[in-house]
């Protein structure tokens, strides 16, 4: 069985829209700002110390469907780091297909919550290799790209997938997203007490200390876009904060 996240990680995201590296502000279509070629980007982080890369299809989680395969495809081909990816994944096969291109994890949010069986089902094949991402919005759970709320609690949520097989929890605070003003440790702390299983924080991150408190609230992980790519700091300088 896969285990990740054995040493705390600063994980860059490479998320893309229309074939093009993007970050948007609290997960609004529109207010998106472009950072060039995927591949581009991902090799950059690569060079600079990642272990691992999350690579988000931002189309395909508002779609529905995976639209920006052929540019994660070339990733998937060439990249030598630990890959997890989202967006439009909405069955089971589309997971296996990724899994067995030789992504290390998939994430699954929507699925997951319109269908909490599907963890199982991905987990039994491939113990460890799915990650639900709960995406909060005003404390609750939201779906479908952040437009839809579920009234699901995030700690309680994630204790139910969990139990359903989940290798990991990814925790994205809307409300900071894309922001760079910091992160609501209350929530992310109370989701990472909920679970036994690793919690990738996301969301918000503009500081060093941003990271070095996700941290001490228990996430195994955080995963940084914006903050990266506007040159808040510099990847070298995150992972020393936190090793």
Known sequence: MHTPFSTFEVIPAVDVQDGEVVQLVAGERGTEKRYGDPQTAAQQWVDQGAETLHLVDLDGAFEGERINSAAFE??????????????GIRTAEDAFELLELGVDRVILGTAAVENPDIVAEVSEQYPGCVMVSLDAKDGEVVVSGWTESTGLDPAEAAGRYAELGAGAILFTDVDVEGQLEGVNTDLV????????????????????????????????????????????FTLDAALEAVN
């Open 74 to 87: 070339t990733i998937i081909e060439t990249s030598d780091v630990e890959l997890q990816i989202g967006g």
């Open 189 to 232: 702390g109370r989701v990472c007490g909920a679970v036994d299983i690793p919690v990738v924080a996301s969301g918000g991150v503009g500081r060093l200390t941003d990271i070095r408190t996700l941290k001490d609230a228990g996430a195994a992980a955080v995963v940084v876009g914006t903050a990266l790519y506007e040159g808040a």
